[in-house]
């Protein structure tokens, strides 16, 4: 019990004074996570991030989990530590999980011990902090692997169910190959990942054919971080590549150190050790054959990027193998010495966390949209550079200091397509069209004179002065008299003698809903990716972001019924099982083989 005390206040004290600052945290999670901690205090859903260049999907984006159970932190905490206990209860969840899993196979208390302080030392893990969406599979493959052995259906649905909801499709894999070893998933277990998964599979629906994603990666992209033999070695031996920001290759993990005793541990007649070779074999990417000619043949597999994920798989396979080796080794005491200590060090240089008070940025009083150039900063250590990158409001961290960005492509590729093309452009053109781009994008709400009619817009928008659209179009006179954000809708008082087309500095989607005296109003991209709305006169015109908010909502009760529904029974249902080192079927642990 002291122990437990002394690690949540421990938790706290991180969670308030620290920042877990690398990476997709600093340039996609954490600035995207404050904006929708503003409107769930609110009491709204966060549909839309206002922040982002030209705006772009919240409750669609599948990388920031925003039906994910613990987001309910956010209500009363500052956004900082909300953050923080993200990572750390995963962590925490993951130590439990994983000792509990061990027991489960039938070892004692002081191996379930030591392979889960393993687990949570090891390289992967580690790393997995620099992800606010791959830290989740720490607690949740172990999870489901629990619900294997306890033949548990509810767990494996709830376990299944968080990991749909977290959107990792790698993580997602490897635990089923983790699982497919010992039994195949319940048409129970299925069904209920389903309705925990729903609302997020509804939201990402709405704009899943206009996002960047919807084109698919290269087969160079997908294969970028596949596990050279080098890094193979690093997984037993040491942590050979460096940590944090050392750019010698391209690379997911910081580090993959696990420790020397993973060796002896796989050669067992195991399912964990058959699944941790095909998770390996499916790790190395590019130096696999198999991989390398089904991701340059097949584009539906190239969803699956970066084979490096399948090392937290991987590595969790190995812990348990860990944990029945040292259960029967007589070397106890040099193994944990052994691997322990280089763990602890392994683990002090590579966690990416830092004190806040250096991210603890301003707030922009009068933000506008603000075009930022990303800085060269290679060379510095991690910790210089990121504070550096936070002083200057880098994209998209100054989203939490209410920094507005212009022009840009969000790191998780879930802008627009239409705002990837205005940024490639704007990237390639001279220097008057570099103006001409920014005028459009930092425009405040305006009534459009006329439009010219063109199918592919970007060359009518640099060859003329003119306004471009998908149909040719002439606003009678009149003016934008007012223009308001309330939470998430926008407000906009028009007056008109006849039919106009607003312009709105927005991202144009389809999911967009515009109003007007209780009728629907017809919504169009205008200038390549900004959002236009045929206002039929005066009138006040409401936009809210999702045309299937109701259903969304609903799937979201439904989801969370069916968590807390699960959570109980699956803790409830431990038949045929005792406290001790039983087995939950009532068979011996699998035999030790060296």
């Not at 904006?35 to 919240?58: D, M, Y």
């Not at 039919?499 to 500095?505: A, I």
Request: with cysteine.
């Amino acid at each position: 019990m002291v122990v437990r005390l002394l690690v949540a206040l421990a938790s706290l004290a991180v969670a308030w004074l620290g920042f877990f600052f690398y990476r997709d945290n600093f340039s996609t999670h954490y600035g995207a996570k404050a904006v929708s901690a503003t409107a769930f205090r609110s009491g709204e859903i966060p549909w839309w991030n206002f922040h982002a260049p030209g705006g772009q999907p919240l409750a669609g984006n599948s990388n920031l989990l925003t039906f994910y159970p613990d987001n309910v932190l956010y209500l009363f905490l500052p956004a900082h530590v909300a953050f923080n206990l993200h990572f750390l209860l995963h962590l925490i969840a993951g130590f439990y999980l994983m000792r509990a899993l061990c027991r489960a196979r039938g070892v004692s208390e002081r191996a379930a011990n030591f392979a889960a302080t393993m687990y949570v030392l090891s390289g992967v893990v580690v790393s997995a902090t620099a992800f606010y969406n791959l830290v989740t599979a720490v607690a949740l493959l172990p999870l489901a692997l629990l619900a294997i052995e306890r033949k548990s259906w509810q767990l494996l649905g709830l376990a299944f169910g968080l990991m749909l909801l977290a959107a990792e499709p790698v993580t997602l894999i490897g635990a089923a190959i983790l699982c497919a070893g010992r039994t195949l998933l319940s048409l129970r277990a299925i069904v209920a990942a389903a309705l925990i998964a729903a609302p997020q599979l509804i939201a990402y629906s709405e704009i899943a054919a206009e996002v960047e994603r919807a084109v698919g990666f290269s087969a160079r992209t997908v294969l970028t971080t596949s596990l050279t033999p080098l890094r193979v070695a690093e997984l037993f031996l040491w942590p050979f590549s460096g940590f944090l920001n050392d750019a010698s290759a391209p690379r997911l993990f910081s580090t993959l150190f696990l420790g020397i005793i993973a060796l002896p541990a796989l050669f067992r007649r195991s399912r964990y050790a058959a699944a941790a070779v095909v998770l390996l074999l499916l790790a190395i990417g590019s130096y696999n054959p198999l991989v390398r000619v089904a991701v340059e043949q097949f584009a539906s597999v190239r969803i699956l990027r970066f084979p490096e994920k399948f090392a937290l798989p991987l590595t969790a396979a190995l812990v348990v193998l860990i944990a029945l080796f040292f259960e029967r080794t007589r070397y106890k005491r040099v193994w944990m010495a052994v691997t322990l200590v280089p763990l602890l060090w392994t683990t002090y240089r590579a966690l990416p966390l830092d004190w806040f008070t250096p991210y603890d940025v301003p707030r922009v009083e009068a933000p506008g949209r603000m075009q930022l150039m990303t800085a060269n900063m290679a060379g510095l250590p991690a910790r210089e550079e990121y504070r550096r990158r936070a002083e200057r409001y880098e994209p998209l961290f100054g989203a939490a200091a209410g920094v507005r960005y212009a022009i840009g492509r969000s790191s998780d590729n879930m802008h627009s397509l239409r705002s990837r093309i205005v940024a490639e452009r704007f990237a390639a053109v001279p220097l008057d069209l570099k103006r001409r781009y920014v005028q459009v994008a930092t425009s405040p709400p305006f009534l459009v004179p006329r439009t010219v009619a063109a199918q592919d817009m970007v060359p009518a928008f640099e060859r003329s002065t003119e306004h471009v659209a998908p149909r040719a179009f002439t606003s009678a006179p009149g003016r934008v008299v007012a223009y308001r954000e309330v939470g998430q809708t926008i407000e906009v008082d028009v007056e008109a003698s006849g039919p106009v087309l607003l312009f709105v500095n927005q991202s144009y989607f389809k999911a967009w809903v515009a109003r007007a005296n209780a009728q629907e109003l017809e919504t169009l991209p205008v200038d390549i990716d900004r959002l236009g709305v045929v206002v039929p006169g005066t009138a006040r015109v409401t936009l809210t972001f999702g045309r299937r908010r109701g259903l969304i909502v609903a799937a979201w009760v439904v989801s969370l019924l069916v968590m807390v529904a699960l959570g109980v029974s699956g803790r409830t249902d431990r038949t045929n099982r005792t406290d001790g080192t039983d087995r939950t079927d009532g068979t011996p642990a699998e035999p030790f083989v060296l």
